[in-house]
């Protein structure tokens, strides 16, 4: 029995990290920073974390989920990662060559949430299309 011991100590086990590791310990010319990524990775799930710690009780008496709000968390930060990985496809020239129409659109929508957003609480500050606020 003491030497099935020893031989199963004397193996070598495959380390869990080893992928993680190489992965950072790779020279690929990534187009972003690995410790950036990391980080953010690292603030996303601290804000998940305090997201269900913070709103158990609320969400099993209102929706009898206690996992409500967290599950709306994750799909809004997997909407979110998905509108960056598209936006990350996007070639910077035609950021470049788009930069005006942007801003002049990014002004349009300023103008129309004066014009006709929704007030609440004597605030103007969105615009309702549909179901969806914007």
Do not use: C
């Not at 996303?44 to 305090?50: H, I, P, Q, T, Y």
């Not at 990350?88 to 006709?116: D, E, G, I, R, T």
């Amino acid at each position: 029995m003491k030497q099935l011991a020893l031989s199963l100590l004397n193996m070598s086990w495959p380390n869990p990290l080893q992928g993680i590791s190489n992965w950072w310990n790779a020279e690929d010319g990534a187009a972003y920073d690995k410790l950036f990524l990391t980080l953010l990775l690292l603030i996303l799930a601290v804000g998940v974390v305090m997201v269900t710690s913070a709103s158990v009780p609320v969400a099993t008496r209102l929706y009898d989920n206690e996992l409500h709000f967290t599950i709306r968390h994750l799909v809004y930060l997997a909407l979110g990662f998905s509108v960056a990985l598209l936006v990350l496809n996007v070639p910077v020239q035609w950021w470049h060559n788009s930069n005006m129409l942007l801003l002049f659109a990014a002004l349009a929508l300023l103008v129309a949430v004066l014009l006709f957003g929704r007030n609440v609480n004597g605030s103007t500050r969105w615009l309702a299309i549909g179901p969806v606020g914007l």
